[in-house]
């Protein structure tokens, strides 16, 4: 539930909720289901209900026992602000994400309106880093209910891109991901939609990373675009290294 990740803009996950349900077009080939089922068959116990929402108590705690600064990625393999998790398991995460203060935290949800919506509601603290997940120009919503987020850093992730997005509403957004889709099926990423994204980034000031091209086998395609590697991080990522660095040399 809590381990080192493959992620290639976080250092590990945190998995409290695991399991979620299909909203949109870029939920079609989602990983984390694949996954879930995948373990689920091998027996893992946290993976008994498969990718039906599944509330993991015993793990709220679990980031305050791990010593050395992270950037963690909350829920890889669900949605914190899915309906059927109430607001005050949202609230018990939240307490542990300002406890641990040594940490960055990520989340990531295609539930902007509750996002929202319970956003007066709860304690936000500065190492929690919110974004919101944007297929194409159809969910561009999402990103005007990020906006209204009291969070130090609000992020969007385009991934899986597709479709092009022309106009990125970027005001008050401090990073940008994006990435292909992977796996089976996996759907084409056009990479005039990325030069797009990433030249708006470019005129706004914005971090931009760039993840992976996708298709079947991920590797196969890298993440090279115009023969460079995009791997920028907000600037307040630059307080965790820092930490990273003096625990090392301790």
Known sequence: MAQWSKIEWTDATWNPVTGCAKISPGCKHCYAERMARRLQ??????????????????????????????????NS???????????????????????????????????????????PKLNWPDNLWIGVSVESKSELWRIRSLSNIPALIKFVSLEPLIGPIRRLPLKGISWVIVGGESGPGARLMRPEWV????????????????????????????????????????????????????????
């Open 41 to 74: 068959s091998m027996g893992q116990e946290r993976y008994r209900n498969g990718f039906s929402v599944t509330l993991h108590r015993d793990l709220i705690s679990q980031p305050l026992k791990w010593g050395a600064p992270r950037q963690i990625f909350v």
């Open 77 to 119: 393999m669900g949605d914190l602000f899915h309906k059927a998790v109430p607001l005050s398991f949202i609230s018990d995460v939240f307490a542990t994400i300002n406890a641990a203060h040594w940490h960055n935290f990520q989340v990531l949800t295609k539930r902007a309106e509750r996002l929202e919506q319970l956003t």
């Open 195 to 250: 030069r797009t994204i990433r030249d708006q980034c470019k005129s706004h000031s914005v971090p931009f990373f760039f993840k992976q091209w996708g298709g079947f086998v991920k590797s196969h395609n890298g993440r090279e675009l115009d023969g460079e590697i995009w791997s920028q991080l907000p600037m307040a990522t630059s307080n965790i290294l820092q930490r990273m660095a003096l625990t090392r040399r301790r």
